[in-house]
């Protein structure tokens, strides 16, 4: 166990409806990553935030949005839902520094209909 | 852009075998990570390497880094089949944000 949660595990919505994804981080980490993985695919990276500003953006469009909280806990918030966006997604905690070990939650699994 | 290619994607070996995978990135990193994902799981972290020449050894598995040639390699050695799984490098780029870049995985099968 990594000490990252999730929630919810699974969800199902509809094309154009919005949605928040949950992530509490491990008790100490201040750093937070959100990940995007399709099936058969590796991981690919949406956004992190440190102490509550976003430290970095991947190629996703602005409809991807976080947020981090005073305690380091995170949401991911995607608007206008389309079928692409059902994947897995993933959660990493870190405590910022060189080594950077990233750990991942359980995930949440999106289905777009 | 970075980019980080594994070779190869899939493996299919017996019990009791030695097999070695590959890992290229095509830009300059010092920091590669090594991770497992079982089917409907998370990552769990396998190993850091973090300077070239870099060999961490855990069980049946031993990762190396040579920052020179961009190149990571996982050995597994007399493979048991509780290894299956997909196995994924991934590398923080120099310079930027501190974000990995994954590999596509190399899904292993160990057959008895």
């Known amino acids: 166990e990594t000490g990252v949660t999730q929630s919810p595990t699974h969800l199902i919505k509809t094309r154009g409806q919005q949605v928040t994804l949950r992530c509490s981080s491990q008790?100490?980490?201040?750093?937070v990553s959100w990940y995007q993985q399709a099936l058969g695919q590796g991981p690919q990276f949406i956004f992190q935030?440190?102490?509550?500003?976003?430290?970095g953006r991947g190629n996703f469009p602005p409809r991807f949005s976080g947020l981090q909280f005073p305690n380091y806990s995170s949401e991911l918030n995607v608007n206008a839902l389309e079928l692409d966006d059902s994947a897995l997604y993933l959660c990493a905690s870190s405590l910022a520094g060189y080594k950077n070990i990233q750990y991942f939650g359980a995930g949440t699994r999106l289905s777009v209909l | 852009e970075l980019k980080v290619e594994q070779n190869p994607l899939f493996l299919s070996m017996q019990e009791g075998k030695n097999y070695t995978i590959y890992c290229n990135y095509s830009t300059t990193s010092d920091r590669l990570y090594w991770y497992r994902q079982d089917p409907g799981k998370s990552l769990e972290s396998l190993f850091v390497l973090l300077s070239n020449g870099a060999v961490k050894q855990e069980g049946r598995l031993m990762a190396s880094l040579d920052t020179k040639a961009r190149l990571s390699t996982l050995h597994i050695t007399a493979a048991v089949h509780d290894l299956s799984a997909t196995y994924f490098c991934a590398v923080i780029p120099q310079g930027g944000s501190e974000k990995l870049v994954f590999g596509k995985g190399m899904k292993l099968t160990v057959n008895p």
């Open positions: 008790s100490g980490h201040n750093t």
């Open positions: 935030y440190y102490r509550e500003e976003e430290n």
